[in-house]
């Protein structure tokens, strides 16, 4: 059976008008419209048998109450329409709201109106996304609220993006808060979850769970006793707090001990800062910093440092590792072609970073490099001033022998960048690469005097030509290099750079060319025993190249001294061939999974499908249903002769069986592509 019940909204109370004029409009304060309120919510139901004693309702057999965007089911529910209560018993299960709840119970007592109340025995869970819930058990965002039995025979909880908790009484306070009595929380898969936060009495709202006297619990195993601890629940709001504290112990550092502290700074920074005590070395501080802004736009730094006492290793002398490290990087849009980034790291000491980073990567790099450039990219040419510095260890320092390191400047540099643009109405490309910098280079057996100016240019003209699958790109490229200083030459191999003022030029001209034949392949069948390894089919491809370079003009490569890349030109004459192989595998096509209960249904997917067909496919219905009913709905009595519910005739008596407003669902129907 099926009935409504509304809650009529009562009329407005009448107002007496003042007698006195009304003030000038600069007087009368600014208006701030509210936002609009939910309008009352009609509650319905659906059960097998009901009846009514004054005003209340028993409900009984598969009861289904609706109010607004919340759907109660149980096996009986007694509803009282004075105080809007529900109690229900047997397989209670609440759905919807503005969090996307779902609780289980054994029994409930909840308020249609106010949406609150008591729940027995719960599991449940919101969503931490906070999108609002519909009835029927989904969600906006398409997350489908069911139990999904697990192969031991419990049940997990399925929701986008969830946070589940469990007691023995859960108090909902308001439609979004809940007061959770003997249970737990987590953010885990149910039934076996990574970690649980259990305790006796835990508060839980919109933001954020909050507990007293917890029991923190990792794989089934208590860990920790937490006298107050807190747990976000909304993932797009974050909240400060101090984090779990670091617990270790270490051969050579001793017990560690250490805590953080996390601080929202508004929407878009946060602060986490930190100290670390290690019993047998010291302190050790520590800091992050991150923002966000428009777009890409974003600054973040960190701050690492260690106070050590040094240690003696068995039968070897004293050592300190101590040191800081400091690092930075941002990226400013300044505008639509026009951008700011960096990226920079100070480092006092290798020996620091080597034993007391928890990277790997960072342990074993011996590189260094800070850089900060500004840009503008217009219409294919790029503008670029830039500084940067690297910094190398070539040796590491021990107690008897110090460390090597080279260090190399560019400060500052500019660039510009041509990519490859028609030369007028010809066939021809031309492009363009230059730069100009301030460069420094410092090593243990050399150091640079002041500031080495160099001038870079290089233009380049090329002609691409194809045709029947041959593809062919020659090139021709002028380069001209000057230095304001240079390297006496000759020297012998591991003799140590002399400057010298004088200035130097290099010139050299590049020749390439570059042939690519068409393309080889071939495509070969799988036999049927390995095709759900390889597939149907295997396609061999096999790409040949060919490249020829000449670089022919510099007779004083000895001469320049060396910073970077650029400097490392030298003369040229090589042949180049090789060929690259690809495997494309054709996938064996997969035929359609049939649900337990459900008749396969052959399909030809050279052949369209009847609407019948696709009507019995998403209702559930026989086709021969359909073929009979087809007609009528395909060609429906003209409007003019129906009413509002489709009736063909206003005076025709209506269907008895009740008119359901709501979709059911069809275990049999074709499956949604998940939602990625």
């Avoid at 991150?290 to 690492?304: E, K, L, P």
């Avoid at 034993?355 to 342990?363: G, K, L, M, P, R």
């Avoid at 003022?501 to 495509?523: F, G």
């Avoid at 095709?531 to 670089?551: A, K, M, S, W």
Wanted: hydrophobic share 30%; glycine share 8%.
């Amino acid at each position: 059976m099926i009935a409504q019940v509304s809650n009529l909204t009562p009329p407005p109370a009448a107002t007496n008008l003042p007698d006195e004029p009304l003030p000038d409009l600069p007087q009368v304060p600014r208006a701030t419209p509210l936002p609009p309120e939910k309008p009352p919510a009609k509650i319905s139901w659906d059960a097998d048998t009901q009846s009514k004693h004054g005003s209340v309702y028993l409900l009984a057999g598969n009861v289904d109450v609706t109010s607004g965007d919340h759907e109660l089911r149980a096996d009986t529910i007694s509803y009282n329409e004075d105080t809007h209560v529900a109690t229900a018993t047997g397989h209670v299960r609440l759905t919807g709201g503005d969090n996307d709840e779902y609780l289980e119970a054994s029994r409930a007592e909840y308020n249609l109106k106010t949406g609150t109340g008591r729940f027995y025995d719960v599991h449940g869970s919101v969503s931490s996304h906070g999108e609002a819930g519909a009835p029927g058990g989904r969600s906006s965002s398409g997350g489908v609220k069911a139990t999904t039995p697990e192969p031991s025979g419990k049940t997990g909880l399925v929701t986008p993006n969830p946070f589940l908790f469990s007691g023995r009484l859960v108090i909902k306070t308001s439609p979004r808060d809940y007061d959770i009595y003997d249970g737990s929380v987590t953010s885990c898969a149910l039934p076996r979850p990574d970690w649980l936060l259990s305790a006796g009495h835990l508060s839980m709202n919109e933001n954020s769970a909050h507990a007293s006297n917890s029991v923190f619990r990792l794989l089934g195993v208590p860990l920790l006793f937490l006298p107050y601890v807190t747990h976000p629940i909304n993932t797009e709001q974050r909240q400060s707090g101090i984090l779990v504290p670091e617990i270790g112990q270490s051969s050579t550092k001793g017990w560690i001990i250490g805590e953080q502290y996390y601080q929202t700074l508004g929407r878009s920074a946060d602060l986490t800062a930190g100290l670390l005590y290690y019993s047998l070395r010291g302190y050790s501080e520590m800091a992050t910093f991150r923002a966000r802004g428009r777009g890409d736009n974003f600054f973040q730094a960190h701050f690492s440092a260690l106070q050590d006492r040094g240690y003696t290793p068995t039968g070897g002398t004293y050592t300190n590792q101590g040191g800081e490290d400091v690092t930075a990087a941002f990226r400013k849009q300044l505008h639509p072609n026009t951008r700011f980034v960096g990226d920079g790291e100070y480092l006092s000491s290798y020996v620091y970073r080597e034993a007391f980073t928890e990277n790997f990567n960072q342990a074993v790099s011996s590189d260094i490099t800070s850089i900060g450039y500004l840009t503008r990219e217009t219409d294919g040419f790029a503008l670029d001033a830039r500084a940067d510095r690297y910094q190398g260890l070539k040796r590491v320092p021990t107690n008897t022998t110090p460390g090597e390191e080279i260090r190399i400047l560019h400060v500052p540099s500019g660039d510009v960048t041509a990519i490859d643009r028609h030369l007028g109405n010809t066939p021809l490309l031309w492009s363009l690469t230059g730069s100009v910098a301030g460069l420094k280079r410092a090593e243990p057996d050399f150091t640079s005097s002041g500031i080495v100016e160099r001038l870079d240019l290089r233009p380049e003209l090329s002609l691409p030509l194809s045709g029947d699958g041959w593809h062919l790109l020659a090139s021709v490229a002028v380069r001209e290099t000057f230095y304001s200083r240079s390297r006496e030459a000759p020297y012998t191999a591991g003799a140590s750079p002399v400057e010298l003022p004088d200035a130097i030029n290099r010139q050299n001209v590049d020749l390439q060319i570059s042939i690519r034949p068409p393309a080889i392949e071939r495509t070969f069948e799988v036999p049927p025993a390995l095709q759900n390894l390889f597939g149907t089919e295997v396609r061999h491809t096999l790409d040949p190249e060919i490249t020829y370079r000449n670089v022919h003009g510099i007779d004083n490569f000895l001469s320049v001294l060396r910073f970077d890349d650029i400097d490392l030109a030298s003369n040229v004459d090589e042949l180049e061939y090789g060929a690259t192989q690809h495997l494309y595998f054709r996938p064996k096509p997969k035929h359609p999974k049939t649900k337990p209960g459900c008749n396969a249904v052959a399909t030809n997917p050279g052949a369209p499908e009847s609407a019948a067909s696709s009507l019995a496919g998403v209702t559930g219905l026989p086709s021969e249903t359909w073929d009979q009913q087809l007609p009528d709905v395909l060609n429906p009595t003209p409007a003019s002769s129906t009413d509002a519910n489709g009736i063909p005739d206003a005076s025709a008596q209506a269907p008895q069986a009740p008119t359901r407003t709501r979709a059911t669902s069809n275990d049999c129907a074709p499956e949604a592509p998940a939602q990625q």
